[in-house]
């Protein structure tokens, strides 16, 4: 799993039923010189810690969807197999399991995404696109909801769920609704607060490649619209507000754009987004401009954006509390340590001397590890 690069893109907007969208920027990119971007690792993050996690049959990892962090544990959804959200201590020893595949009350079919509200002490498991699955910290089932939700008289399937400090949001899609939205704002107890950007019913569904469009920070939603490539920043507890990023004004993707796999060539000078990831005071994105990888740094303060290429990183699944964080695969890990390695010099160095205590014992049987990584001012 090689990543070239990302960029990040923070959000701050929110839109009430009527959904006003404030559009305050139009952000264009260009591709970058090769020769006069390229970038090392320790230019972008410091990696301050490799946490490896514990081998045991409950808590194997082979196909790592999201992860969420507290101060005292790893929660990792993993979609490999029998899907799991799987709970490790802050050092990386197996905790539990939340919930299990089963039809029991406390048991689900599967999972289309987790959510933990550390205020509230749940973890959610969101399944069957409209049943919340609430537990306890420690993986005790308390209850289960329906989030019952109509656009005109078709329900609505959500596919991912975040928690934010006052709820959570939920994320649908494109489904040519005629009243749908994409956001769907719930209270605490899963009460509907509000809808919010509204569906362009005309338009085809289209499989989002980025697999987390959707996150929080504090409670502020930032969504990355990946059929009209906008970012939208909305306030959680702001219904009538929406800033809105839009990265072309051309025209929307066709479906025989998506047919002939043209994606973005005729929109902008980038042709596909891979990944985002949102901080406070910037964005970074993974875009590929024929068939190179580039990481763009959008800064929302002074809406400059900057480039690079050449620059290899681990795939970065979340950012939390001031950190960076990346589940790695044991296969790719042991890369690092190959004659000729494929991470650049201020990587390797890093990597290599932060994993002498456990080294020695690791193999592709092993478990996966997770990078804790600090963003470089």
Known sequence: MRKILFVFITLLCSCSSAVTESVSQKVTFSPVDIEDSVVEYNDLVDLCEIIPLENVKKGMLSDVQKVYVTDSSFYIYDDGGIPAVIKFDSRGKYVCNIGAVGHGKNEYDYIDDFAVSEQNGTV????????????????????????????????????????????????????????????????????????????????????????????????????????????????????????????????????DDIKEKRFLTHLLDYDFVDAILCLEDKAYLNICINTYGYALKVDYNTDVVQAYMGAWLPELETYQKGYLYSVVPPDEFLQYFDEKPIAPSGLLESIRSKSQHFIDDFSEMSNFVIFKMKPNK
């Not at 409209?130 to 089932?141: H, P, R, T």
């Not at 019952?148 to 494109?174: H, M």
């Not at 607060?193 to 697999?211: A, G």
């Open 124 to 255: 959610v498991i969101l399944t069957e696109g409209e049943i919340v699955k609430v537990y306890d910290m420690s993986g005790k089932y308390l209850y289960s909801k329906v989030l019952k939700v109509l656009a005109g008289s078709t329900n609505v399937y959500f596919k991912k769920i975040i928690s934010v400090s006052d709820g959570y949001v939920c994320l649908t899609d494109y489904y040519g609704l005629e009243d749908g939205y994409l956001l769907y704002f719930f209270d605490k107890n899963f009460e509907l607060i509000s809808r919010r950007l509204k569906q362009d019913p005309d338009k085809i569904s289209r499989v989002c490649f980025i697999p987390n469009p959707m996150q929080a920070n504090g409670n502020n939603v930032y969504y990355f619209d990946f059929y009209k490539h906008t970012i939208n920043i909305l306030p959680f507890d702001k219904s009538d507000e929406c800033h809105t990023i839009q990265l072309y004004t051309d025209r929307m993707v066709e479906l």
